[in-house]
């Protein structure tokens, strides 16, 4: 069942891997003689002093070699095989599991969650693709590249995936004790500490997975992410997930992004002409 799953969401994901935009010489990238875009050069500061975090972003790639030496025999066959854009080895290795650093005796996990967890995986609807936002941080790992438009008083954050979009206010405003409307994606709330960009989310429902195997959060569910541009082209994504309806303790892993330079995001929707879902549970 879970690879069945997993199959369905490889093939509704993995449409939009290339940013439209193609080619356009964007104002203010420094080049290389030959007119490449020169992604060592110094981050870009804005008017404030701190790092412009803005521009097109795409996660590090986890290898397919990786994938089946984390996740065992899960990717073997159909899901192995793929169109362009769909590949094993396009997305970044949380995507497929935000516990892949864990092993088992890790106990990770709360015991009565765990137990719902196997529940879920065993009664598990592949049809069910696209019939609710994928959350986040899966949103941003898999074959699809984010924008971040800094302003200010708030920062964009926007997915190719779905249209997706997240506020990220930075104008001094502290996160609510209670949240009347949770949220899909949260309520997020960022400051910086020297050059790093620190954002807390909160107000989360419990409706999106955190990755492709079915791991779920909580209401209580809180992230903090940790944005540094090391230089004009690379900015590590440090990200810290804290449910103590799920997970026995708080945990942290890390993302790479490089810059796509010249390019922007493709307009994707999930279910647009969506063919799968129909033939699934057949």
């Known amino acids: 069942m879970m690879q069945t799953r997993l199959a369905a969401l490889l093939v509704v ?54 994938v ?54 065993a009664e598990d609807d592949p049809s069910a693709v696209c019939l609710g936002p994928l959350g986040i941080p899966s949103s941003a790992l898999l074959s699809e590249p984010i924008k971040i438009v800094q302003s200010p008083r708030v920062t964009m954050l926007l ?15 502290k996160l609510p004790k209670e949240f009347e409307l949770p949220a899909y994606l949260g309520y997020s709330a960022g400051h910086w500490e020297r050059d790093t960009l620190v954002v807390e989310t909160a107000g989360f429902n419990d409706k999106t997975p955190l990755d492709w195997v079915g791991h779920f959060h909580s209401d209580a569910m809180r992230l903090t992410e940790r944005f540094h541009r090391r230089d004009f082209g690379h900015m590590d994504i440090e990200m810290t997930i804290d449910d103590p309806k799920v997970f026995t303790r708080p945990f942290t892993f890390q993302v790479p992004f490089e810059l796509i330079a010249d390019q922007d995001l493709f307009e994707m929707y999930c279910d647009e002409n969506e063919k799968d879902r129909g033939h699934l549970k057949r």
């Open 159 to 173: 997915y190719e995936i779905d249209n997706q979009h997240r506020q990220i206010f930075t104008d001094g405003r």
């Open 13 to 66: 994901f993995g449409i939009g891997a290339q940013a439209q935009w193609l080619n356009y010489p964007a104002p203010g990238t420094p080049r290389l003689k030959n007119g490449e875009p020169n992604l060592a050069a110094p981050a870009p500061r804005a008017l404030d002093g701190h790092p412009d975090l803005s521009g097109v972003w795409m996660h590090g790639k986890t290898t397919v070699e990786e």
């Open 68 to 121: 089946k030496q984390i996740f065992g025999t899960l990717f073997d066959g159909e899901i192995a095989g793929s169109l362009p854009g769909m590949e094993i080895g396009t997305q970044y290795k949380y995507a497929f599991s935000v516990l892949a650093d864990f092993k088992p005796e890790d106990k990770i996990m709360r015991p009565e969650a765990e137990a719902l967890y196997k529940k879920r995986m």
